[in-house]
């Protein structure tokens, strides 16, 4: 990956107007052309998300292609974040559909044949994994069972309620503790090839406790990957385990399908909230998704519940809202991501409600409190913009866990950073060269492209040594 000058052409948009909840697109079917990539960059889009359980290597390669150069002849940073499938656990295939009644006794096994053995077949072995008295949903939890036993490998439930099975349908087990093992031979294979891919982050499914954050981003290190790792919060384990999770990942999805089938619906929005708070506390970025605008799959317009998700999302702080099978099989992609920047702009502009976490974390107290005095200064102030200096990106997370209506500049020597900081809360990043006057020279090329006005107060904060992490330890103001 080459370094470039990001504001050598950039969207000429006003600081004020930029938007401090980002957009995550996911690419797919219906947005398989650069034409559509830009077309979602132009809308709105900060990150793109690639869905492994789906595709072929080329086809993701030929994505990451056309986003890249988007990116570079639009002038605007964006993430790539690889999507893992994870230990997703299906049944296999069969003939027909199998009718479930109440009561009845189910039996499951790897591999087996339904026709000749009446047991259904899995595409993956839970035997060595559940536990009698555990309960096991089937097709988006539509189908609930309990374990009775598991012997010689076959895995029987009794159904709690009627319903109609057919062939590779999911399968939840909420209190099913993997042990570890949630890393699968595919997503080893995915994270290999996609080191080559030249990706931001990696998302990592089915989280159950933080060691499998540390599994993986150490495999990623041992690959020469420098990608950001991102814990998807949708287990009853990860719930339990979310400030563990939230403390040791770099991002945190809360990814409302599974949670909503593997806890009880209704704990779902309390978990966001709660999800959003400790990713503000921790200085890790949080990311809603699933569902938000699920009717313009069909349709052009959303729902009125859809356009109030999205509104409290962005009320609530999250760094990122993102669109699923909207943009990647939908009918309506970039009506989606105008729908969502034009909702997102108007909350931000309009909003009467001012929610607070707790955002005093432990580990970081030096640079904390220099964050903070940026904050307050800049408030004070009536600063247009704070504009800062960093090379590894933890002085832009820092300042954007403080949540302030003023917008974040940050300027990097490094292209990855600019990157990963496309999909930040309030962050607008440059990729320049690593320079004492950095953050000057960036500030004069916004003000002589009109993005910046004479006389507008700007605060600065940056370190003695450019391009060296950990040294940030001077703030400046500045009147253009």
């Known amino acids: 990956m080459v370094d470039m000058d990001t504001t050598s052409r950039t969207p000429n948009v006003p600081i004020k107007d930029f938007k401090r909840t980002k957009i995550i697109v996911t690419v797919g079917p219906s947005t398989e052309s650069y034409k559509s990539v830009l077309a979602m960059l132009k809308a709105g ?81 839970i035997a060595k994994k559940v536990k009698r008295g555990e309960r096991l949903f089937l097709f988006d939890g539509r189908i609930r069972t309990t374990i009775t036993s598991v012997k010689d490998g076959v895995v029987h439930v009794r159904a709690e309620n009627d319903g109609v099975l057919v062939k590779r349908k999911g399968i939840n087990l909420p209190d099913t503790d993997f042990q570890g093992d949630i890393i699968t031979k595919k997503d080893k294979q995915d994270i290999a090839a996609g080191v080559d891919m030249d990706l ?15 599994k993986i981003r150490n495999r990623l290190k041992s690959l020469g990957s ?27 999805m809360v990814a409302r399908g599974d949670l909503a089938i593997e806890t009880l619906p209704e704990s779902v929005p309390v978990m966001q909230r709660k999800i959003i708070g400790l990713g503000i506390k921790y200085n890790t970025p949080s990311i809603v998704a699933t569902q938000m605008l699920a009717s313009m799959t069909e349709v052009p317009e959303p729902t009125r519940a859809e356009v109030s998700d999205i509104a409290t999302a962005v009320i609530l702080g999250a760094d990122c809202v993102m669109l699923s099978d909207e943009t990647a099989s939908g009918k309506y992609p970039i009506q989606s991501v105008e729908i969502m920047k034009r909702v997102i702009l108007h909350v931000q502009n309009e909003n009467p409600v001012n929610v607070s976490f707790d955002n005093d974390n432990p580990d970081t107290p030096r640079s904390s409190a220099i964050c903070s005095a ?5 408030e004070e102030l009536d600063a247009k913009a704070i504009v800062a200096e960093t090379k590894s990106g933890n002085t832009a997370l820092q300042i954007a866990a403080g949540r302030s209506d003023v917008p974040l500049v940050a300027v990097t020597s490094n292209l990855r950073t600019a990157q990963q900081l496309a999909v930040v809360y309030g962050v607008k990043s440059y990729n320049r060269p690593a320079d004492k006057l950095a953050a000057t020279k960036l500030t004069n090329w916004l003000h002589s492209n009109k993005l910046l006005k004479k006389y507008d107060i700007i605060v600065t904060v940056s370190g003695k040594y450019p391009g060296v992490v950990g040294t940030t330890d001077t703030i400046k103001v500045r009147v253009l």
Do not use: C
């Open 45 to 125: 889009a900060n990150g793109f998300r690639l869905n492994f359980s789906h595709g072929t290597y080329d086809s993701h390669q030929q994505f990451i292609k056309w986003i890249r150069k988007a990116s570079a002849d639009y002038g605007k940073p964006v993430a790539i974040i690889q999507d893992l499938q994870g230990p997703k656990i299906r049944v296999g295939d069969f003939e027909g559909i199998i009718n479930v009644r109440t009561g009845m006794s189910l039996r499951f096994k790897k591999g087996a044949n339904y026709e000749e053995e009446k047991i259904i077949p899995l595409q993956y072995d």
């Open 200 to 214: 931001d982050y990696v998302a990592l499914s089915f989280v159950q406790h933080e060691s499998d954050i540390v």
């Open 226 to 252: 420098s990608a950001k790792v991102i814990a998807k919060i949708e287990t009853k384990s990860a719930v339990e385990n979310a400030e563990d999770i939230i403390s040791e990942a770099d991002m945190v």
């Open 374 to 378: 940026v904050i307050r200064l800049a």
